[in-house]
């Protein structure tokens, strides 16, 4: 990849000329970034976040749902009537926002989100130059601190059963055993500033992709 990035900065890469769309790697040296944020290791390390983060996590994500709905089939029943009493003319194509409402589709694809662990790794942040307080803890400037979603979403005080496919446990307002909100530990799209930029998309298509092939067949 180096290699083609630095051929496509020279102008002896063209292979763009020749297709209708641009690419990540010419967006970003047309864009106006700085000169010096336009290296190949940063123009690497965007392409792949970019390809990493749409479309790996979706295509995982999506394949965690199909799978938990063909091996239960009573909770693809419930999905099924649901879709049916919402949708009953099966040639509208109902607009995501209204799809969104439905509870049982939701918290059908809330616990596949769950299930599929968009970043299994650590996921750490540094404060560069300020100490950090966490109760009777300093946590010195430059140190990673970090938590693994998969650890969350398995903690089975929070998630009893946690490696069951359960879409019920995001119905009505659920809490947790200490009465706090399940929401806050809901973690798949990581949490605070740099927290996932596609999280909205994501629901919104989901709900159109699962009532689609599960009500349609297609
Ligand atoms: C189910 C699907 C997805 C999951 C589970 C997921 C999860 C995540 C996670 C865990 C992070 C890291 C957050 C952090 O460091 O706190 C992240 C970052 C990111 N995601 Fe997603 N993601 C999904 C889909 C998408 C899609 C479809 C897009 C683009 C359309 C996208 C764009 C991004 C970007 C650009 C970042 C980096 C944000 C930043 O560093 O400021 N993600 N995602």
Same mark, same amino acid.
């Given at each position: 990849?180096?290699?083609?990035? %630095?051929?496509?900065?020279? $102008?002896?890469?063209?292979?763009? @000329?020749?297709?209708?769309?641009? !690419? /990540?790697?010419?967006? =970003?040296?047309?864009?106006?970034?700085?000169?010096?944020?336009?290296?190949?290791?940063?123009?690497?390390?965007? %392409?792949?976040?970019?390809? $990493?983060?749409?479309?790996?996590? @979706?295509?995982?994500?999506?394949? !965690? /749902?199909?799978?938990? =709905?063909?091996?239960?089939?009573?909770?693809?029943?419930?999905?099924?009537?649901?879709?049916?009493?919402?949708?009953?003319?099966?040639?509208?194509?109902?607009?995501?926002?209204?799809?969104?409402?439905?509870?049982?589709?939701?918290?059908?694809?809330?616990?596949?989100?769950?299930?599929?662990?968009?970043?299994?790794?650590?996921?750490?942040?540094?404060?560069?130059?300020?100490?950090?307080?966490?109760?009777?803890?300093?946590?010195?400037?430059?140190?990673?601190?970090?938590?693994?979603?998969?650890?969350?979403?398995?903690?089975?005080?929070?998630?009893?059963?946690?490696?069951?496919?359960?879409?019920?446990?995001?119905?009505?307002?659920?809490?947790?055993?200490?009465?706090?909100?399940?929401?806050?530990?809901?973690?798949?799209?990581?949490?605070?500033?740099?927290?996932?930029?596609?999280?909205?998309?994501?629901?919104?298509?989901?709900?159109?992709?699962?009532?689609?092939?599960?009500?349609?067949?297609?």
């Amino acid at each position: 990849m180096r290699i083609k990035i %630095a051929n496509i900065i020279s $102008g002896k890469d063209q292979s763009h @000329t020749e297709t209708q769309h641009p !690419t /990540i790697f010419h967006e =970003l040296l047309e864009s106006n970034l700085p000169p010096h944020e336009k290296s190949i290791d940063r123009l690497g390390d965007e %392409a792949q976040l970019m390809i $990493g983060a749409g479309l790996e996590t @979706t295509a995982w994500t999506l394949t !965690t /749902i199909s799978f938990h =709905l063909i091996n239960n089939p009573s909770i693809l029943h419930k999905l099924r009537s649901e879709l049916e009493a919402a949708i009953p003319d099966l040639t509208a194509r109902p607009d995501s926002r209204f799809l969104e409402k439905l509870p049982y589709l939701s918290a059908c694809i809330q616990e596949g989100i769950r299930l599929s662990y968009g970043v299994s790794s650590r996921n750490p942040r540094i404060s560069p130059d300020k100490t950090t307080r966490y109760k009777d803890f300093e946590i010195p400037a430059g140190t990673p601190v970090s938590m693994t979603i998969v650890d969350v979403h398995h903690d089975e005080n929070i998630y009893p059963n946690s490696r069951a496919f359960i879409p019920e446990r995001w119905l009505g307002n659920p809490e947790t055993g200490n009465g706090a909100s399940l929401n806050r530990y809901f973690v798949a799209f990581g949490k605070g500033a740099r927290s996932c930029l596609g999280v909205k998309y994501v629901y919104l298509h989901y709900c159109a992709m699962t009532e689609t092939v599960w009500m349609r067949g297609t």
